[in-house]
């Protein structure tokens, strides 16, 4: 494969020391299972689910406290994993717990603080003592409008040890967002805070969080967190410094760690919600935290000790997933605050600071790096850093090269995707196999992935829908409030009964790298040929003037398309440039590529968890009537999608 060459080359030395190659090694001291290769290992944990998920619950010593009676019973997606099994995620990351290591690290714009285990551990309790006080216990519902700081984690541990269910949200979400999602789970606590800051600006919240409590009937008690301001109070709210007033007297024999049926839930996400209510996506107990240790250890190759960081804000499953560090005895790196304040550097000085081992982020930060020209390889000490993280959208091929020009040539780039509906990847990085330029490594273990054609056949090197043909035990158990399972089996099952489809295209190589190339409800079907709108994004990413872009392609009445590109330009965008543009889109792709026109707008519009909206501008631009559906409080920048409203009236 010419096209993708290899930019990072694992040594014998370093894949030995891999937690996967312990785990190779245990499944043929214990299973007599000898893989030469990771293909062979995939295929096994893929085509044997059962034993393979039983084969993690053995090397991780998951704990069961009742032993379940079956490891998988029934089909897709009507599946139940390890029935009468009891277990406890909180409990396995207390196990974790040493005097060796911080077990928190929080850094904002203005200072930080170091949590260790012990007062994680008081915290918690603390926190569990006044929720108990509450009346809440298993089944329960807390919600949390809260900014990605430690008292997040330590209410999250407190409502998982108790066996209730968790939600949060971010406070930079629009209040009748909020209320959609939380109003479906009917919280009996509410945890909020006064607001949160960004880009050095302070963001009051109290009134949003005045509009929640009227909104939300069910609430019965709220505790309050006061960030922006010390002194800052709420009327008939607990604030947290009472809440924790006795924490110190409290040591881990206080922890309540209750164990509960392994398809208990344990938290509740949600989809976007930009055109419709969000999908309140329930996962399980066991499931996550079966999942989550095989990805973390095998995947991300996360070791006791390490910090281990993700930019983002609670209201992304990478915040969830970001937790899972501790279940490897690894301290989570949380930040709160704009990742460009007061420079794009600000991540990358942190990287050098603390140190971080392992840097997750969005594929978008690492373009605008790109793009500014930043060096942090040669700004910063970076050695100690020993893998970047990609995710939210495909990573472009010239990022890849950025990474090993400027920032280390030593890194394993790990590109991954995945979603909120398993809150892991279901794709990402191989600690046996090289990099390659603008490919991911490969599918992860268990996770029995291929590329569908439209007859529903597998196809190989060519670009398909990503279907997932087996369980996984991170698959959500429900919708919250969704009779008869109608919009789970909507969303996923619809299109090939008994299998998975995502809603990514998809084009997997012979070798198992693979590359996602955008969401396949957004797919260009251009004369009849699919186009993956990342085919279009990388193209345009190498084009310094651009600072983004919006590709949709419209079906019209008498069988014709129309492909208008957005592009978003600090400059004019003259003749010259669409020249230019169309050029390279024509080169590097080919003619079905080049957009019919080319609009300049002031900005695109984007969900809130960063996904670029191509399907509702889509649907707006088709004449479609979103006035229903369409919540604005969904998306991060609504005045970009009033600029597309007001266009579609007028052409």
């Known amino acids: 494969m010419p096209t993708h060459p290899v930019l990072w080359q694992p040594d014998q030395a370093s894949v030995s020391n891999t937690n996967l190659w312990a785990y190779k090694k245990w499944l043929k001291a214990t299973r007599e299972y000898d893989f030469d290769t990771y293909e062979e290992l995939w295929n096994w944990s893929t085509n044997n689910p059962a034993d393979f998920w039983q084969s993690i619950v053995d090397y ?14 029934g089909k897709m997606p009507n599946v139940r994993w390890f029935a009468g099994a009891t277990v406890n995620y909180a409990e396995h990351i207390f196990r974790q717990a040493t005097t060796e290591y911080p077990a928190l690290i929080f850094r904002n714009e203005t200072g930080g603080q170091e949590v260790s285990w012990a007062s994680l551990t008081q915290q918690v309790v ?20 809260l900014p990605n700081i430690p008292e997040a984690i330590v209410f999250f541990l407190a409502t998982n040890g108790l066996g209730a269910v968790w939600s949060c949200c971010s406070p930079d979400f629009g209040v009748e967002t909020v209320i959609e999602r939380f109003g479906q789970i009917e919280p009996q606590v509410l945890i909020a805070c006064d607001g949160y800051q960004y880009n050095g600006k302070p963001y009051s919240r109290m009134e949003e969080v005045a509009k929640l409590r009227r909104a939300l009937p069910s609430v019965r008690a709220t505790a309050f967190v006061p960030y922006l301001d010390s002194a800052a109070s709420l009327p008939d709210a607990a604030a947290y410094e009472y809440i924790t007033t006795a924490a110190s007297e409290y040591t881990r024999e206080d922890l309540t760690l209750r164990p509960v049926p392994f398809d208990h839930p344990i938290w509740v996400l949600y989809s976007s919600g930009t055109t419709g209510k969000p999908k309140a996506i329930t996962h399980s107990h066991g499931g996550v935290l079966l999942e989550h240790l095989k990805y973390m250890a095998f995947h991300n190759d996360v070791k006791p000790g390490e910090r281990f960081f993700w930019f983002t804000t609670t209201g992304w499953m990478m915040w969830n997933f970001l937790q899972a560090s501790m279940l490897m005895g690894a301290t989570p790196v949380l930040f709160d605050g704009s990742p460009g304040f007061p420079s794009l550097n600000r991540l990358w000085e942190l990287s050098e600071e603390l140190p971080i081992h392992h840097f997750g982020t969005s594929a978008p930060y690492l373009v605008a790096c790109m793009k500014q020209g930043l060096t942090p390889g040669k700004t910063y000490d970076l050695s100690r850093l020993r893998s970047i993280g990609s995710t939210g959208a495909p990573l472009p ?61 597998r196809v190989s090197g060519q670009l398909g829908e990503m279907v997932i043909e087996q369980p996984m035990p991170s698959m959500p158990v429900y919708f919250w409030n969704d009779p008869g399972q109608a919009r789970y089996r909507a969303s996923y099952f619809s299109d090939f009964p008994g299998k998975w489809r995502h809603g990514d295209w998809i084009k997997i190589f012979p070798n198992g790298q693979l590359i996602i190339q955008g969401r396949s409800d957004a797919t260009l079907n251009r004369k009849g040929v699919r ?21 949709l392609n419209l079906e019209q009445p008498d069988g014709s398309d129309h492909m208008p590109l957005f592009v978003v330009s600090d400059g004019e965008v003259d003749a010259g440039m669409r020249e230019k543009i169309n050029r390279e889109l024509k080169v590097q792709c080919s003619p079905r590529h080049v957009p019919d026109e080319i609009i300049q707008v002031p900005d695109v519009p984007y969900t809130l968890s960063g996904k670029k909206m191509e399907v509702p501008v889509k649907k707006i631009l088709l004449g479609m009537d979103l006035s229903s559906s369409l919540n604005r409080d969904a998306v991060r920048n609504p005045r970009a999608l009033d600029w597309f409203i007001n266009w579609a009236k007028n052409n």
Not at 126 to 145: H, T
């Open 126 to 145: 603390a926190a569990q003592q006044w929720l108990i006080g509450q009346g809440i216990g298993v089944g329960d519902r807390v919600a949390a409008y």
């Open 397 to 457: 091929a010239e990022a890849f090269d950025w990474v090993y020009e400027a920032v280390g040539e030593h890194l394993w780039l790990c590109s991954m995707s995945g979603g909120t509906d398993v809150c892991t990847a279901f794709v990402g990085g191989i600690p046996f196999a090289p990099v390659r330029r603008g490919l991911i490594q490969g599918r992860a273990l268990g996770c029995a992935l291929y590329a569908y054609d439209e007859a529903g056949e």
């Open 531 to 551: 186009i993956g709108t990342a085919e279009i994004y990388r193209v345009l990413d190498q084009i310094p003037e651009l600072k983004d872009a919006l590709i």
């Open 60 to 73: 991780f010593g998951v704990n069961f406290h009742d032993a379940p009676t079956e490891v998988l019973s």
